[in-house]
């Protein structure tokens, strides 16, 4: 597996991590929890060295799966994790940023993913409530103790990293980002280059629309919240099929699977960036680490950003409410 860097912070990841919140939270009935810690232990056996979890997941439950899994290799991982939900305080609403709760969030994290320093610790979702400078303060805490290594980010918008960067340097930020949303484009990933953040994008594969298995006829159950999603629709699952049938293209000439061509091309934009798709199959999982084996030509890329930019996705990725957190 190569190995990428996320931006000046010196942290060295493997080129494709593994987003490990489905293994048990928001996609469906949760595997068997056994199955999932081999899973995991067959990634790092496959060269993954960055896996992605937070507090909210489940809550707590994945955490503690991850903890267990990786804990034959401390020193070998980085294990990212995350904090910013109130999980259930009344009184705050959903986000809770504020520096006794993060330092709480980290204490807890510490135990459960059974490790002596937190690799990565993101604000899950930018809290209005609380001055980012405040935010980032209370990790530069917890760095200068030695119970976080790196500060990160999710879903912020620019001016948001810009604060905290002055304040604690930011290694990575995470968002959604893949061919069929391209928003960090617009300022966020000029503010990762300039100021030499990381970035992460989540959900790679559209939440698995971009690996070709989803069609207008896809049911989801329980516990997957993309049956909430106006992205996933009926309509909107048809009506994106053209999105679908491009990676097909292109990986028929390559051999290669569309979700691999979808990751290559995350790829290919940023020599720092660091894409974390999930899983809970082993085939798949080989599948996705195939891509970074992957180079697409300048002729590729023109050639697919030509053909996307004549497509128009349909649905939202996110219900308002969801929404409205992202992006601050």
């Known amino acids: 597996m190569k190995m990428r860097r996320l931006g000046n912070s010196g942290l060295a990841v493997s080129a494709i991590g593994l987003g490990c919140m489905g293994m048990n939270y928001h996609r469906g009935p949760a595997p068997d929890r056994q199955a999932m810690i081999a899973l995991a232990r067959a990634a790092v056996a496959r060269g993954v060295t960055f896996f992605d979890t937070a507090e909210v997941y489940g809550p707590f439950t994945n955490e503690a799966l991850v903890g267990e899994a990786l804990a034959p290799f401390r020193g070998q991982v980085v294990i990212a994790t995350k904090f910013g939900f109130s999980l259930g305080d009344a009184d705050r609403g959903p986000l809770d940023s504020r520096p006794q ?21 993101y604000q ?11 935010v980032a303060g209370a990790v530069k805490g917890l760095i200068d103790e030695g119970k976080v290594k790196h500060f990160g980010l999710s879903e912020a918008n620019a001016r948001t990293i810009r604060r905290a960067h002055a304040v604690q340097p930011v290694a990575a930020v995470q968002s959604e980002y893949s061919i069929w949303w391209r928003e960090p484009e617009a300022e966020v990933l000029p503010a990762c280059e300039e100021l030499g953040i990381g970035f992460v994008p989540y959900s790679p594969l559209g939440r698995g629309y971009l690996t070709g298995k989803i069609d207008a006829t896809a049911t989801f159950g329980d516990n997957d919240n993309r049956a909430t999603l106006p992205r996933f629709t009926p309509q909107a699952l048809k009506a994106n099929q053209p999105v679908v049938v491009l990676l097909e293209a292109i990986g028929e000439r390559l051999g290669a699977t569309p979700a691999q061509i979808a990751l290559a091309w995350l790829l290919a934009q940023k020599s720092w960036i660091i894409p974390i798709p999930g899983t809970t199959k082993l085939p798949r999982l ?13 002729d590729d890329l023109q050639h697919i950003d030509a053909a996307v930019a004549q497509i128009t996705v349909q649905g939202d990725r996110y219900p308002p409410a969801v929404a409205e957190l992202a992006s601050r």
């Open 101 to 121: 709760r993060i330092r709480a969030v980290a204490e807890a994290s510490l135990q459960r993913l059974q490790v002596d320093a937190i690799d990565l610790f």
């Open 124 to 134: 899950h979702r930018v809290d209005p409530d609380v001055p980012i400078e405040d």
């Open 286 to 298: 080989e599948e996705n680490l195939g891509a970074a084996a992957i180079d697409l030509t300048p």
